[in-house]
C-alpha cells in the first residue's frame, strides 16, 4: 500500500467496493483545488447520450470520445450519491453491499503501437499533404502500452492529485467506456460563478527547469497556437457572442510542459440552457484535430491505425454545485487487463519537424509515466 495518507482514507476504500464491483463512479479534482468530488451510480447504468441538447438540464459527468460510434459513446454518469471530499458515511458502504455490476469479459484488444520510424514516416506524410492541399494542420495521436506491475489505479490518481495541482484529474469507471484516468490542461468549457471560460491551448516546449518567463517560442508554435484561437473566435462569434474578453497568449505550465494559452470569457447567461450545443460547436477543437476540421477529421481518421477512443474527446461534471467544467481528455491512459494504454499526440503543420514532433509525444507521455514508474519503484 502506498504510504500517502490520502489512500488510507475511507474514500479509497469505498472506491476500492467500487471497482470490485463495477459499480459506475467517477472521482475528480479539480485545478488549485484540493477537495476529490466522487459521483456514484448504482442504481442504473449511466446512460448513452444521443444529442448532447440532452445535457443542458440534468446534473451529472459526461464523458464523450474523438470518434463518436456505437462502441465508443457519448456516457452521462448521473449520481444517485455525491461524496465532496476523503470521508464517506457510513451508509453509503451499506447502500453498496447488494449492489453489483456485470464484470467485463477480459479485453483481448491489442492497439496499434507505431514504432519511431512509423511516426515520423506519417508526420512526413502530413506535411506533404499539408503543402499539396488545403489542410493546414493535423494533429497525430499514437499509443504506448506500458505493462502493469499490479500498480492500482487509484494510487496513480491519488498521485496525480498531488503532482500535478495545475489540472484537472479524474480517475472514472464506466461499464463499457472501461478504466481511465488522467490529468488534463485543457478546458473546454468552464462555468463557474457568473462567467464562461474556454480557452485556445496549443504549441508545446520541454520546460526542462526553464522559467516560465523566460520560455521563447518558434514560429511554428505561435501559428499553431493562432490556428486554434482563430478557430475558437470564429465559433464564438458563429454561436452568436460577440462581447467576450480574452487574454493572452501566455505561457502556460502543465506537469514538464509548457504551452501557450489564450483565455475567453463571456458571461454565463448566454449559455443558459444551451451548454450542450455550445460544447458541440466547439468539439473538436484544432488543439486536438486540425484545420479545416472536417477534412482533419476525416484525414486522422484513414492516417491513424488505433481508435483514440476517449482521448481527445471530453469529459467533465455539468451542473454540479451549479458549475460545469468540461475538459478536453488530454494526458491519459486506460486500464487494460496487464497493461496501461498511453496516449498522447502533435500538432503537425508545414514548419514541423518529425524528430521535434515525436519527442513532443514522448514528453507527454511522461505525465502519467513520471507517475507510475514512481509507485513502481516505491
Given at each position: ?128 499533404t499539408i503543402r499539396d492541399s488545403e489542410i493546414e494542420k493535423v494533429v497525430l495521436s499514437r499509443v ?235
Amino acid at each position: 500500500m502506498h504510504s500517502n495518507t490520502l489512500i488510507t482514507n475511507t474514500l479509497y476504500n469505498f472506491q476500492k467496493i467500487c471497482f470490485s464491483k463495477n459499480i459506475p463512479f467517477v472521482s475528480f479534482c479539480l485545478p488549485h483545488k484540493k477537495v476529490i468530488s466522487t459521483l456514484l451510480q448504482y442504481k442504473s447504468k449511466p446512460s448513452k447520450i444521443q444529442s448532447l441538447d440532452e445535457v443542458n438540464h440534468k446534473k451529472g459527468f459526461i464523458v464523450a470520445p474523438f470518434y463518436e460510434d456505437q462502441n465508443f459513446p457519448v456516457y452521462f454518469l448521473q449520481p444517485d450519491i455525491e461524496i465532496h471530499g476523503n470521508q464517506v458515511d457510513d451508509s453509503f458502504f451499506k447502500i453498496l453491499e447488494p449492489v453489483s455490476f456485470e464484470k467485463p469479459t477480459p479485453t483481448k484488444k491489442d492497439y496499434y503501437v507505431a514504432s519511431k520510424n512509423e511516426y515520423i514516416g506519417q508526420v512526413n506524410a502530413i506535411t506533404n499533404t499539408i503543402r499539396d492541399s488545403e489542410i493546414e494542420k493535423v494533429v497525430l495521436s499514437r499509443v504506448q502500452l506500458v505493462d502493469n506491475y499490479d500498480t492500482d489505479a487509484l494510487e496513480i490518481f491519488y498521485a496525480l492529485c498531488e503532482k500535478y495541482p495545475r489540472a484537472f484529474k479524474y480517475i472514472f469507471n464506466i461499464p463499457g467506456a472501461g478504466c481511465w484516468l488522467g490529468a488534463t490542461p485543457e478546458p473546454l468549457v468552464d462555468i463557474h460563478e457568473n462567467v464562461v471560460e474556454t480557452v485556445s491551448l496549443a504549441g508545446t516546449q520541454n520546460l526542462n527547469g526553464i522559467p516560465v518567463e523566460a520560455i521563447k517560442w518558434q514560429s511554428k508554435e505561435l501559428q499553431e497556437q493562432k490556428f486554434v484561437t482563430d478557430f475558437i473566435e470564429d465559433r464564438l462569434i458563429k454561436f452568436g457572442i460577440t462581447n467576450y474578453e480574452k487574454l493572452g497568449p501566455i505561457s502556460s505550465p502543465a506537469a514538464n510542459l509548457v504551452h501557450l494559452k489564450s483565455v475567453f470569457s463571456f458571461d454565463r447567461e448566454i449559455l443558459k440552457g444551451r451548454i450542450g450545443e455550445f460544447v458541440s460547436v466547439l468539439h473538436p477543437t484544432p488543439s486536438v484535430c486540425g484545420l479545416p476540421r472536417r477534412k482533419a477529421y476525416e484525414y486522422i481518421n484513414k492516417l491513424e491505425l488505433h481508435n483514440r477512443e476517449y482521448y481527445t474527446g471530453f469529459l467533465g461534471p455539468i451542473n454540479i454545485d451549479d458549475a460545469t467544467h468540461v475538459y478536453v481528455n488530454l494526458r491519459c491512459m486506460k486500464m487494460l487487463d496487464n497493461k496501461f494504454a498511453l496516449f498522447m499526440g502533435a500538432g503537425i503543420t508545414s514548419g514541423s519537424d518529425p524528430e521535434s514532433e515525436w519527442e513532443e509525444t514522448n514528453q507527454k507521455m511522461m505525465t502519467m509515466l513520471n507517475v507510475i514508474n514512481s509507485l513502481n519503484n516505491k
